[in-house]
């Protein structure tokens, strides 16, 4: 099966690649995933949805064996400056830098590695509220070198497992997730720190704060359905 991290960030690229505009910030990604496409070739197409000066959508649908399999929208607005006067934020995400933290895994396939992980804080496999480091480290369509939003599409399926993952395993699998950006990261790696899990009648919705070296980035919020074994 193909993983979801590679279904969000080809979305993004394809979205990236034939609709990004420099005044323009992808403000947010919606992808929602509701099959499961294996290793056959995968064709994404894009329709514009309004293109205006200030605010252009874009979808995306993403077929395999020519059955669409996931689909994206993405909300692109104009970079301007900001209102004035004061307005509330969350304090200073201060953790320890990925270059001063060991890495885990390594997380590889039969060709090397595919990326990194630094824990800051809440291992995997326990209850604990969860702070990590994570960068990818090969390109996801090969001669294109990762842009700062495909990263952010490929990093963004993780905020499930780390917001989702408690001390009895990960029992939820997303169906979707939805990012959230007021900048583009600056840097190679990106942050991502749980600040919301609930669950009802077996299905749970968590988010995650996301940041770069210098800071905040935006956020990854994800609905996911239990994994309840067949008797």
Avoid at 31 to 50: L, N
Wanted: net charge neutral; glycine share 8%; with cysteine.
């Amino acid at each position: 099966m193909l993983h979801g991290r590679v279904i969000a960030g080809l979305l993004a690229f394809q979205i990236e690649q034939e609709h990004g505009d420099r005044e323009m910030l992808p403000a947010r990604l919606t992808v929602d995933m509701y099959r499961a496409p294996d290793f056959s070739p995968v064709e994404i197409k894009t329709t514009v949805v309004r293109s205006g000066h200030r605010i252009k959508v874009i979808d995306a649908e993403f077929f395999s064996k020519g059955t669409s399999m996931a689909r994206a929208t993405c909300l692109f607005l104009r970079r301007t400056a900001n209102s004035p006067g004061n307005v509330w934020s969350p304090p200073t995400w201060k953790v320890p830098r990925p270059q001063d933290l060991p890495d885990l895994g390594p997380f590889a396939d039969g060709t090397g590695p595919v990326w990194r992980i630094r824990n800051i804080t809440g291992e995997m496999g326990t209850s604990a509220q969860r702070r990590v480091w994570m960068s990818d480290v090969r390109e996801l369509v090969e001669g294109f070198p990762l842009t700062p939003f495909t990263r952010v599409g490929l990093m963004s399926d993780f905020a499930s497992p780390c917001s989702n993952i408690g001390d009895a395993s990960l029992g939820y699998i997303n169906t979707d997730v939805t990012v959230y950006l007021h900048r583009l990261p600056r840097s190679e790696w990106i942050g991502m720190e749980t600040v919301n899990h609930r669950a009802t009648d077996g299905v749970a919705v968590g988010e995650c704060f996301l940041y770069d070296e210098e800071g905040s980035i935006g956020s990854a919020s994800v609905a996911a359905l239990a994994q309840v074994m067949k008797r």
